[in-house]
């Protein structure tokens, strides 16, 4: 057989993901609609099969007919990182949040009362709680199909010196099904008419009086890191991977900024030391106006505490601050608007 003279540039491979009805079965053509992430790259999935390579009794190598493989029971996780849009985002703080599938609402909320959330082969209904994640390859049938997947973090962030402050974004999703690396089934049309116009979103579109860490407001930002976590277990070994996903574990909410060092903050080191065991140090807001809604970029922390706080030297001197969402009960715990 010749060498193939075909070659394929990394920019040719795609990323898609779906809302997911079915647990058990990828959405593709007469399912729900693809939707294309805006990513900057494309790394491979975690692939992590069971393998044994010991050598046994009897032999000094290892013997073919002892070598053992096995798919099943192989957690994959794939992360993708690029540009947020407003469709995507829709999609994984819906997945990330366990909201309803489609209810696109554009201002995504977790309780902090919340209880644990678990999906599974038994439940009657998977909407919101699952998706499919297909990375497309430029070869016909080469794609590669996660299905069951649940998104276990995901980072927003923006920083004025890239791309003018413009918000990106970073996911992980994570999945206890078989992994088909042949994806043959058609993913049917994939969307991918996200548009710098309709669909970006810009740090410069939060208004001073809403620029605000811990109570304190009216501050200027040059960079933001939001980082959300929301881990899963998978249980129940099955043929096809797992029966159940479970989301136990805490749901935290962080935010990292880097501010300028003005008489507005200059209390933050004292406010670090000096806050009060079982008290919010004040809440947290970046937005555009007094209050999160659809179609703008905006983050609450109805409460928050400080985690750090330490000059960031540079030609203007800077500070950085770090601050978790706290929990009031049946308050929110964190919410994000788009």
């Known amino acids: 057989m010749a060498i193939s003279q075909a070659a394929y540039s990394s920019s040719s491979f795609k990323v898609a993901i ?51 493989h096995s798919k099943i029971g192989m957690v994959t996780e794939l992360s993708v990182s690029g540009t947020a849009t407003t469709n995507a985002l829709d999609i994984l703080l819906e997945n990330f949040l366990g909201e309803a599938e489609g209810s696109a609402s554009g201002v995504y909320s977790y309780l902090s009362d919340a209880a644990a959330q678990s999906v599974g082969r038994g439940a009657s209904s998977q909407a919101g709680t699952l998706l499919s994640v297909v990375v497309i390859s430029p070869i016909s049938a080469m794609d590669i199909g996660l299905k069951d997947c649940v998104v276990t973090s995901l980072s927003l962030s923006g920083d004025t010196g890239t791309e003018g402050g413009r918000i990106k974004f970073s996911a992980t999703f994570k999945t206890g099904s078989a992994i088909d690396a042949t994806q043959t089934t058609s993913v049917g049309a994939v969307d991918t008419a996200f548009t710098a116009a309709s669909e970006n979103y810009l740090m410069s579109s939060w208004a001073a009086a809403y620029r605000q860490l811990v109570g304190v407001a009216d501050l200027i930002l040059t960079s933001f890191t939001l980082n959300l976590t929301n881990d899963a277990e998978f249980t129940g070994p099955i043929s096809t991977g ?11 909410a962080t935010l990292d900024a880097t501010i300028k060092y003005d008489d507005k903050c200059q209390a933050f080191f004292e406010n670090f030391l000096d806050q009060s065991t079982g008290t919010s140090e004040g809440a947290t807001f970046l937005n555009d106006d007094s209050a999160l809604t659809n179609g703008s970029f905006g983050i609450s922390f109805p409460a928050s505490v400080i985690t750090n706080v330490a000059y960031n030297p540079q030609t203007m001197m800077m500070m950085d601050v770090s601050v978790k969402a706290s929990g009031g009960g049946s308050t929110a715990l964190v919410e994000v608007a788009c």
């Open 242 to 252: 797992y029966d159940v996903i479970t989301r136990a574990g805490e749901l935290s």
């Open 18 to 68: 779906a809302e997911q009805d079915a647990f058990g079965t990828i959405e593709a053509a007469g399912g729900n609609a693809y939707h294309a992430l805006d990513v900057d790259s494309i790394s491979s999935p975690s692939f992590s099969p069971h393998q044994v390579l010991e050598v046994r009794t009897g032999s000094r190598v290892l013997q073919t007919t002892d070598f053992f």
